[in-house]
């Protein structure tokens, strides 16, 4: 599968930002499918995800409350909708594809072989 990411941009404290992920080559729903974020000199970690079959989601906990992931089977397009956005969000955010698609060491990297290209979301105070 191939993943085209994009939707991110410079916005302020407070906003609203939807980052689209679309796939190629396979159906979003054969995959567990996830989002990444990488801050400034730090490491890459899990921000949330959308299992196969079930659809059943989960989140940094950070995020709850204000991320909401979805997908879109039609468009074959995984979204993830960022709201109330606060400056320690700001980062390069990746779209990953997990072929194995429910498992309960969702948060960890190494599970995605799939990854798109980057896309900046920076937050202003």
């Known amino acids: 599968v191939q993943l085209q990411a994009y939707g991110g941009g410079l916005v302020q404290a407070g906003d609203s930002l939807r980052l689209s992920c679309a796939a190629s080559?396979?159906?979003?729903?054969?995959?567990?499918m996830g989002w990444f974020r990488q801050a400034p000199g730090k490491g890459r970690e899990f921000v949330a995800r959308?299992?196969?079959?079930?659809?059943?989601?989960y989140y940094l906990d950070s995020v709850k409350g204000r991320f909401t992931i979805f997908r879109d089977n039609a468009k074959n397009t995984v979204f993830l909708q960022m709201d109330s956005l606060r400056p320690e969000d700001t980062a390069v955010y990746y779209c990953?594809?997990?072929?194995?698609?429910?498992?309960?060491?969702?948060?960890?990297?190494?599970?995605?072989?799939?990854w798109g290209q980057g896309t900046q979301v920076t937050v202003s105070s």
């Open positions: 959308i299992d196969g079959s079930s659809g059943r989601t």
């Open positions: 990953t594809a997990d072929p194995v698609g429910s498992r309960s060491d969702y948060r960890r990297e190494s599970r995605y072989p799939y």
């Open positions: 080559g396979r159906p979003v729903s054969n995959y567990g």
